[in-house]
């Protein structure tokens, strides 16, 4: 089993930054790839942003240019740095990672909650 623990969120005025962590363990894992999800209240869960193990990196079109991600492989660890954050940003923010122990999965954190409001 992995376990991903995620930490940073909070509130934050409009135009303010973030900075998103969430860390891996559990025994005998190799990371693939890692990534934030986001679900925003009466939304759908929504990728933000991956990156691969090679450190090739993805967004969703509404966070391109304000959001950042980024990983330590030797702290199996992923950032997300969020800048110019918008009231549309609040949501849940959910790290992922995919990891092979004895088979290949999907791990989840437990979700951090972001809010942006004046």
């Known amino acids: 089993q992995v376990q991903l623990v995620e930490s940073g969120g909070g509130l934050v005025q409009p135009g303010g930054s973030l900075r998103l962590s969430c860390a891996a363990s559990?025994?005998?894992?190799?990371?693939?790839?890692m990534g934030w999800y986001r679900q925003g209240p009466g939304e759908q869960r929504e990728l933000v942003a991956d990156i691969t193990s090679g450190g090739s990196t993805n967004y969703t079109d509404s966070v391109k240019g304000r959001f950042t991600i980024s990983r330590d492989n030797a702290k199996s660890t992923v950032y997300l740095q969020m800048n110019s954050l918008k009231v549309e940003d609040t949501a849940v923010y959910y790290c992922?990672?995919?990891?092979?122990?004895?088979?290949?999965?999907?791990?989840w954190g437990q979700g951090t909650q972001v809010t942006v409001s004046s």
């Open positions: 559990g025994r005998r894992f190799s990371i693939n790839a």
């Open positions: 992922y990672a995919v990891a092979t122990t004895s088979y290949t999965g999907r791990y």
